[in-house]
């Protein structure tokens, strides 16, 4: 069993930045790969990023590419998203979710059905 506590969310302006840290318990969180998701209002839940069990290998949605970054610290059993210019459309609750099956995959990561385990999330509002 893995227990995911998302946190670091908030209200900020457009163009600002927030981190977000995702604690799990567990003496196993190295071995899984750690993604983020998003669901805003009104739309369905999306993929945002995730990272593989020893943080060398990361994808990331288009929609975030090169402002969102992903990282993790197995020593603290923590998952980090890190993310700047935020922009009125990154408005959402953010889940993190562990995948204990299956290792890291390119063609996978996205997949929600992959992530056996989820968090209860954390709000940003980004405002203009």
């Known amino acids: 069993q893995v227990r995911l506590v998302e946190s670091g969310g908030g209200l900020v302006q457009a163009g600002g930045s927030l981190r977000l840290s995702c604690a799990a318990s567990?003496?196993?969180?190295?071995?899984?790969?750690i993604g983020w998701f998003r669901q805003a209002p009104g739309k369905e839940r999306e993929s945002v990023t995730a990272i593989s069990r020893g943080g060398g290998n990361t994808d990331y949605a288009d929609s975030v590419k090169g402002r969102f970054t992903i990282s993790r610290d197995n020593a603290k059993n923590t998952v980090y998203l890190q993310m700047n210019s935020l922009k009125p459309e990154d408005t959402a609750v953010y889940y993190c979710?562990?995948?204990?099956?299956?290792?890291?995959?390119?063609?996978?990561?996205?997949?929600?059905?992959?992530?056996?385990?989820w968090g209860q999330g954390t709000q940003v509002t980004v405002v203009s």
């Open positions: 979710a562990a995948n204990s099956r299956t290792f890291y995959s390119r063609n996978s990561w996205a997949r929600q059905r992959e992530y056996d385990y």
């Open positions: 567990g003496r196993t969180f190295g071995s899984y790969t």
